[in-house]
């Protein structure tokens, strides 16, 4: 069975902070996905990023970076110098590869992140 | 661009109706999925097409059903209604063609029953 566990349930920092959020699955698949989505307080769930298992190249977007290490089944995610605008929950996912299709996705409960100025 | 839009936004309901709840996927995406994610909690899959074809099915309730139509859009029944079933409804759509791609969300139709 696949699960994905986000041990913090809730973060609060300071606006120029760093922040990392945490993620670790599980999964006896050889062949999977790994997502980030975030879901501001208006509610809609925005694709972050997509990594599959054969990439453990960290990656850095701007503000946000990556680190996949499948040693320990992890999949954090840190922001750089936060702003108000990054409050909100941020969801880790999972997905086992069924011919392409990665939209079947094993959720983390979130983690609700708040960046006071 | 153009992405996954959901109908309606927002509905109330009485308990024992029914409601229909609709997706129009991403142009050229052939995978619909259907969410819900209820107050607080992250979202559990409930069921999926895959060119009009049921593909695989999760936690939905037997008082729900959905189908995919030939314009690949898709709409989720839901008949006798309960107050649990008070949730924000999302729809994703992806494409299997090259390797596929991510699910983009829809922004959601938040459904009250009363």
């Known amino acids: 069975a696949q699960k994905v566990t986000q041990a913090q349930t809730e973060i609060s920092v300071v606006e120029k902070e760093d922040v990392t959020l945490d993620c670790v699955y599980e999964t006896r698949d050889t062949t999977y996905y790994l997502f980030w989505y975030k879901q501001p307080p208006s509610g809609e769930l925005v694709f972050l990023i997509r990594?599959?298992?054969?990439?453990?190249q960290n990656e850095i977007s701007g503000r946000y970076s990556w680190n996949f290490q499948k040693s320990t089944s992890s999949f954090n995610f840190t922001i750089t110098a936060s702003q108000v605008v990054d409050s909100a929950v941020y969801f880790c996912a999972l997905s086992v590869d069924y011919g392409g299709s990665q939209g079947n996705l094993i959720f983390g409960k979130g983690t609700k992140l708040s960046v006071k100025p | 661009a153009a992405g996954v839009i959901q109908s309606p936004r927002h509905l109330i309901k009485e308990k024992r109706e029914t409601a229909t709840l609709k997706c129009y996927p991403i142009?050229?995406?052939?995978?619909v999925y259907w969410y819900q994610q209820g107050p607080g909690q992250d979202p559990q899959f409930l069921i999926s097409?895959?060119?009009?074809?049921?593909?695989d099915k999760g936690s939905i309730p037997d008082r729900f059903s959905a189908q995919q139509f030939s314009d690949y859009h898709s709409e989720l029944n839901m008949s006798s209604l309960e107050l649990g079933d008070s949730a924000l409804y999302f729809c994703?759509?992806?494409?299997?063609?090259?390797?596929?791609?991510?699910?983009?969300f829809g922004q959601g139709t938040r459904l009250t029953v009363v």
């Open positions: 142009p050229r995406h052939d995978t």
């Open positions: 097409f895959y060119e009009k074809m049921q593909s």
């Open positions: 990594r599959n298992s054969f990439d453990e």
């Open positions: 994703a759509s992806s494409s299997k063609g090259a390797g596929g791609t991510e699910a983009f």
